[in-house]
């Protein structure tokens, strides 16, 4: 029997076509995103429109800017031969002239070093705590600043020896994020003393007894807690430490300093200024406002009566009234709260100031972490036989932090840029105070783009990188799938 | 044999004070209540002792002496003889009405941004980013010094406006002219716009000190009134819809009642809008707006608008996507599934950060004392307060206003939360 073959069997399948032209690639990119509808289509039009003449002016404005002249009449007259006579550019020769004066206010030039040092030291100390001690990153944030350290330094034409002191320093600390990242903590304890020290000076022995004072702080907290309670232990600790700083610490360190007189020149406060006052005023207020935020907010939380209702009456008092006023508080009235012939600094008042206005917010937002964890984790730390604070520490700070960390950093945001206001009060901040004096100047009177660009520039940077940091630190601890 | 009844009755000794919880919590407090009234009492006494070492008291009375100085902008009639509490007043309004057009402006601002953030145009929502990106992370300080800046030092003074007869004569155009028709002016003293006046006005009582237009209080309650009679024929025309199916068209008649009687009645006392006119150094007539104002708004609506505009993105984001999907499936166009069903969950959301920013706004209106803007921290707690030296009287009264002020904000707001929030059993 004849069996009929097949004239033609595929042996292959056939690959999978492309699709048509106007479903794949730039094109369908073109019609989904820009040209999706008539309506879509003209707001895409306008916009481009939009962004092409905002580029097109502001483009050659940024480019042709000059950067070496004296006066603003000298930059419009360059600006005018080389360009034409109706043309426009920016005058960046202000800034080249004035830079230093934005970042370290009057802060004396022979000392920059300092400022920086206490500056890249920040990062390094900040490094153990943004990043966990993750070896490679710590390493790398390390040697980081500290190559960026030396460009500084050799650019601001710090002499040799303090070079040479930064070097040692930084490849010191570099070895140690490398052998013990989780080791770099203890620079992160030490640093408000460091800091202190290196940008108002004095002498060396006045942070170290106020370092010893915490030490003494620590040690009875930790001797006691077990018997008496965490919160009693705390009284005392803090009321020990109080007469140590309060009534010994200035013998001892007095008697220290006369004994070995190691410090650096004392700089005054009110030669701090630009940048400079931004950071120290932004930097301490963020650190010192956060535990006392997280302390507010449990008190709000708490089932004592007169705690809840102090901790309520503060802060609904601090969120109620606008920021400026507190400042006013701290440069006009604290005076009179204080006895009599107290004088303390006008930075440090208004640091204590604008600490408690943030922790008040702070305080908010992590009772939103705390009133957003589900009852069962109170509970089951109940279960657990764990007392208040241990359940707090383990099992809730933990979760409600997390929570709340897109709301904290906005608070920090906020309270960065807050630090412009003190110049309401009289402190040379980067954007009143520092531009003022430089618009006042009767050669660049006149000019106005260029100071404010490169001040926003900059807060633009800080804040951005806070918020992406912010950001980095949600995915990060994201535990759920959601 | 013996039972214990009962565990063996414990008796209080001293140091369950401290180590029993159930006693703990009553000694924390007491102690913690004695710091409490230790600290205020050292405050006080320290207060009494610096007013003491000053020759001051406290004292309020300054509020009713002479203020003698100038306010640029006045809601209510002040002169320099005008008395202290006066100022503050006329300072406490000017605060409310940048307070007020900015919540405004800040609103339709941000609910654009954060819509058009989502869209689906690449262009439009990436260039949405960048607004609200720049504006959340600039101070505002820097955004109202600059809009303050730029308005009075890169606008014409008035004279550059001027046409004299030798540049008729030469075809000569003035170096700044008008907009509008003609009919605003943006000169380096400030903003000149039209101003609605009467040929034949009404005349005016005054009532505690508040000028009352008569003309004014009668078109509000006329469109009050109009607007009473449309919202009644609205509900009758739904009852006819109940009833029979079928909607009666009644939109042009409920516009018809709303408009017509105030027209009427201002075309009946000469309506009509004086235009600023150049006359000597400086435009007259009109309503002449400050630039500190026009900056102060500016840049708080601008900066407002971008965290509004995260809030309603946020709030958009967080209705769910089936939401969205079911209008779609029921054939309802993205414009009108965003105005429908979007927009109004979504709000729930967006009510509680847009009243923290409401408040933030009006909190923030005391920078503009960076501009010299004379608000209430301005007015009491400025000039005020440097001219009569009572710092503790003037700061306690000013963060008591503002305290209230937000208080009453928030409770208006929160009133409009309970109002619109989704009613669960």
Redesign the interface.
Same mark, same amino acid.
């Given at each position: 029997m004849e069996t009929a073959t097949p004239i033609f069997v595929r042996n292959e399948m056939l690959g999978p076509k492309e699709p048509p032209t106007s479903q794949r690639g730039v094109v369908k990119w073109f019609r989904?995103?820009?040209f999706?509808t008539p309506l879509?289509s003209i707001?895409?039009v306008i916009? #481009?429109a939009?962004?092409y003449l905002v580029l097109k002016t502001v483009v050659p404005w940024v480019w042709n800017g000059v950067w070496t002249a004296s006066s603003l009449s000298e930059c419009r007259q360059i600006i005018a031969e080389t360009l034409g006579p109706d043309s426009h550019a920016a005058c960046w020769a202000m800034i080249a002239e004035r830079w230093k004066q934005f970042i370290y206010g009057f802060y004396p030039m022979d000392s920059y070093w300092r400022p920086t040092l206490a500056f890249a030291l920040m990062f390094v100390a900040l490094a153990p705590v943004l990043y966990f001690g993750i070896r490679h990153i710590n390493v790398r944030m390390v040697g980081a600043v500290g190559v960026l350290l030396m460009i500084a330094l050799w650019g601001l034409g710090t002499d040799g020896a303090h070079i040479g002191l930064a070097l040692v320093l930084m490849a010191a600390l570099t070895a140690v994020a490398w052998v013990a990242p989780k080791k770099l903590v203890w620079l992160t304890l030490l640093y408000p003393a460091i800091g202190f020290f290196l940008l108002w000076g004095g002498s060396v022995w006045g942070p170290v007894g106020a370092l010893l004072g915490f030490v003494i702080l620590a040690f009875v907290w930790l001797g006691l807690q077990r018997q #008496?309670?965490v #919160?009693?232990a705390g009284?005392i600790a803090l009321i020990t430490a109080a007469v140590w700083w309060l009534s010994v610490q200035t013998h001892v360190t007095g008697a220290l300093h006369a004994a070995m007189p190691i410090g650096l020149p004392p700089v005054r406060s009110d030669q701090f200024g630009g940048f400079l006052l931004a950071f120290v005023i932004g930097v301490t207020a963020i650190a010192a406002s956060l535990p006392i935020g997280i302390l507010l907010a449990l008190g709000r939380r708490s089932?004592?009566?007169?705690?809840k209702t102090?901790s309520v009456g503060f802060i609904e008092?601090v969120?109620?009234?606008?920021?400026?006023?507190m400042l006013?508080?701290a440069s006009?009235?604290l005076? !009179?709260?204080?006895?009599?012939q107290t004088n303390f600094d006008l930075i440090l008042r208004v640091i204590i100031l604008v600490t408690l206005f943030s922790a008040a917010y702070i305080a908010e937002v992590i009772r939103g972490g705390l009133a957003a964890l589900p009852r069962g984790q109170y509970e089951a730390a109940d279960a657990l036989g764990l007392d208040y604070w241990q359940a707090q520490r383990l099992i809730i700070m933990p979760q409600a932090l997390k929570i709340s960390i897109p709301g904290i950093v906005s608070s920090f945001?906020g309270l960065f840029?807050?630090t412009?206001?003190v110049?309401?009060v009289g402190l040379a901040d980067p954007?009143?105070g520092i531009?003022k004096i430089a618009r006042a100047d009767i050669n660049w009177k006149?000019i !106005?783009w260029e100071p !404010?660009l490169f #001040?926003?520039l900059i807060?633009?940077a800080c804040?951005?990188s806070m918020?992406r940091y912010s950001m980095y630190l949600e995915r990060k601890l994201k535990r759920d799938h959601r | 044999m013996a039972y214990v009844a009962d565990a063996p009755k414990e008796t209080f000794r001293l140091s369950m004070l401290?180590?029993d919880t159930r006693y703990?919590?009553i000694t924390?407090?007491v102690?913690?209540?004695i710091l409490?009234l230790l600290f205020v009492g050292w405050?006080a006494d320290?207060?009494i002792?610096?007013?003491a070492?000053k020759d001051k008291d406290i004292n309020f009375s300054f509020l009713w002496n002479r203020a003698g100085y100038d306010i640029g902008q006045q809601l209510i009639p002040y002169t320099n003889d005008s008395t202290h509490s006066r100022a503050a007043v006329v300072g406490l309004l000017n605060t409310l009405v940048v307070a007020f057009f900015g919540c405004i402006f800040a609103t339709i601002l941000g609910v654009f941004a954060g819509v058009l953030r989502l869209?689906?145009?690449?262009?439009?929502s990436r260039?949405m980013t960048v607004y609200v990106?720049?504006f959340?992370?600039?101070?505002?300080?820097?955004w109202i010094?600059?809009s303050f800046?730029?308005l009075s030092?890169v606008t014409s003074p008035p004279n550059a406006f001027r046409l004299t007869d030798e540049m008729i004569a030469s075809g000569q155009e003035p170096a700044a002219s008008m907009l509008f028709n003609d009919s605003v002016a943006i000169t380096n003293r400030g903003t000149d716009i039209p101003w609605p006046l009467l040929e034949r006005p009404m005349g005016g009582a005054e009532f505690a000190g508040v000028p009352i237009n008569f003309a004014v209080v009668i078109s509000l309650l006329l469109l009050a009134a109009s607007v009473y009679v449309a919202r009644r024929n609205s509900q009758r025309a739904r009852k006819t819809q109940e009833e029979t199916g079928e909607r009666p068209v009644v939109w042009w008649q409920n516009l018809l009642v709303v408009v017509l009687p105030v027209a009427a009645f201002l075309a009946w006392r000469g309506f009509h809008l004086e235009y600023p006119e150049l006359k000597g150094f400086n435009f007259r007539g009109g309503l002449s707006i400050a630039h500190s104002f026009t900056a102060l708004l500016i840049a708080l609506s601008l900066y407002t608008g971008a965290f509004i505009a995260e809030a309603v993105r946020a709030g958009i984001l967080a209705i769910s996507k089936g939401q969205t999907e079911a209008a779609y499936a029921l054939g309802i166009r993205p414009g009108r599934t965003m105005r429908l069903v979007v927009l109004p969950q979504a709000l729930r959301v967006i009510i509680p950060p847009l009243i923290s920013q409401y408040?933030n706004l009006t909190?923030?209106t005391?920078?503009g004392?960076?501009i010299s803007y004379l608000d209430l921290?301005g007015t009491l707690?400025g000039i005020t307060?440097n001219q009569t030296g009572r710092?503790?009287e003037c700061?306690m009264l000013?963060?008591g206003i503002?305290?209230i002020l937000?208080?009453i904000i928030s409770s208006v707001m929160n009133a409009f939360n309970a109002a619109v929030k989704l009613k669960e059993r």
């Open positions: 989904e995103n820009l999706s879509n707001l895409t916009g #481009v939009f962004v #008496v309670g #919160v009693v009284g089932d004592m009566f007169l705690i102090m008092f969120r109620g009234v606008p920021l400026i006023t006013f508080v006009l009235l005076q !009179y709260f204080l006895p009599p945001i840029k807050d412009t206001l110049a309401l954007l009143q531009t006149g !106005y !404010y #001040v926003g807060f633009f804040c951005f918020s | 401290i180590y703990r919590s924390i407090q102690i913690v209540l409490a405050l320290n207060t002792k610096n007013l070492a869209s689906n145009n690449w262009v439009v260039i990106e720049t959340r992370n600039v101070p505002l300080l820097l010094i600059l800046t730029i030092e408040l909190k923030n005391t920078l004392m960076a921290k707690g307060l710092e503790l700061m000013m963060m503002y305290l937000s208080l």
